[in-house]
């Protein structure tokens, strides 16, 4: 199935970007390229726009002597895709050109994307091992909707967009025990600090409703995932297939946000810190260790449940949240296309390397694996 020209062809797919380069990631970019050229592999980068009908070679580029350089490739023998978008218009179209590209030169994908938080919970909750662990969640229907859930789970909820990111678009809804009304807290589609109070709870359902503006959104119970200081945190761990294909822990971090605030996300001014020691400090030694066990294990776990629903995976970032008052360990995200700035932030040299090393050598592995 794999060419013999090379020790194997290697294509990034990311979205469009700005100068100096045209595309996204061209940090984390060069070090693949230059991890795979180390190996003996041709990678190169390329975009879905960049692709031409007929033609037998994929413009794209490559990091050579210190910089990008722009060249005609072979096609790819894997893809490794880390287009983010949830553009219905540039999905269509990246499906389109890879389309093409399979017609004339066969290809695997390295991983899978995730279709969305909502399918992630659905299949997640057919493992009773993973039931404990996760929020109760529902789809966001409307005001009535939300309404009923805030009568139910003691006038509070969780809002977020089934295919958002870094915190954006996030809301705390809290009803008023004393005149009705509504406090809604949270993240602007800019990742803004949010603030809204109603006197009026028909109002602030409605005001949620517009907010929405037609988005996909998921309700769960407003979790108390804070530090002793009011700081919410989470623990990422992000796990990858290494070079025999076996899932591994890369590397994990515990990410803290500023007090009151409503998630810990770093693009939203959260900042990472090492786990143990921000686990030790709001749990103490046995009950961090503990805690680290447990969110290791199920780390552990999930890759596989998810690839016999969605099929083959490459890496996932996981966030776990805590609850301190009793011990409780939440899955709050997976991410099929996971980031991992938190291991070069606190210097965790090792991870680093590693995180950017695993898709090449998991690559790697199945063009060897494959005949």
Same mark, same amino acid.
């Given at each position: ?164 990111? #870094? !915190?954006?678009? %996030?809301? &705390?809804?809290?009803?008023?025990? +004393?005149?009705?009304? =509504?406090?809604?807290? @949270? ?79 770093? #693009? !939203?001014?959260? %900042?990472? &810190?090492?786990?143990?020691?921000? +686990?030790?400090?709001? =749990?103490?030694?046995? @009950? ?84």
């Amino acid at each position: 199935m794999f060419s013999k020209r090379t020790k194997g062809v290697i294509g990034i797919l990311v979205a469009e970007g700005r100068a100096p380069v045209p595309f996204a990631e061209p940090g984390y970019c060069r070090k693949l390229c230059q991890i795979g050229s180390s190996r003996g592999m041709t990678v190169y980068v390329f975009c879905p726009s960049f692709l031409r009908p007929g033609s037998e070679s994929v413009p794209g580029y490559s990091y050579e002597n210190g910089g990008w350089h722009h060249k005609l490739f072979p096609p790819p023998d894997v893809i490794y895709d880390r287009c983010f978008t949830h553009d219905r218009r540039q999905q269509q179209r990246k499906r389109q050109a890879l389309s093409r590209l399979s017609e004339q030169h066969p290809f695997v994908y390295l991983t899978r994307g995730l279709t969305g938080k909502w399918q992630v919970y659905q299949a997640l909750r057919k493992f009773p091992e993973f039931e404990p662990h996760l929020p109760e969640t529902a789809r966001y229907e409307g005001p009535e909707h939300l309404a009923v859930w805030l009568r139910q789970h003691g006038g509070e909820a969780f809002l977020k967009p089934e295919h958002g990111t #870094h !915190g954006k678009r %996030t809301l &705390h809804v809290k009803r008023s025990e +004393l005149h009705g009304g =509504l406090k809604i807290t @949270g993240r602007d589609p800019r990742n803004g600090i949010l603030h809204k109070q109603f006197s009026d709870s028909e109002e602030g359902l409605d005001w949620i409703h517009r907010f929405t503006s037609g988005r996909s959104f998921l309700i769960q119970p407003f979790l108390e995932l804070s530090t002793a200081k009011k700081e919410p945190f989470d623990i990422r761990v992000l796990v990858q297939k290494n070079d025999t294909g076996a899932w591994e822990i890369t590397g994990t971090a515990a990410r803290v946000g500023a007090r009151n605030a409503l998630t810990s996300n770093l #693009h !939203g001014g959260g %900042t990472a &810190h090492r786990a143990l020691p921000v +686990l030790i400090r709001e =749990l103490g030694m046995p @009950g961090a260790k503990a805690a680290l066990a447990s969110i290791r294990d199920l780390a552990l776990r999930i890759p596989p449940a998810l690839e016999s629903h969605f099929g083959r995976l490459a890496e996932l970032g996981i966030d776990f949240g805590i609850d301190r008052k009793v011990g409780r360990i939440w899955v709050l995200e997976v991410n099929s296309k996971p980031g991992r700035s938190s291991f070069f932030r606190i210097g965790d040299r090792r991870s680093a390397r590693k995180s950017v090393e695993n898709p090449i050598l998991y690559a790697r592995y199945l063009l060897l694996s494959k005949p």
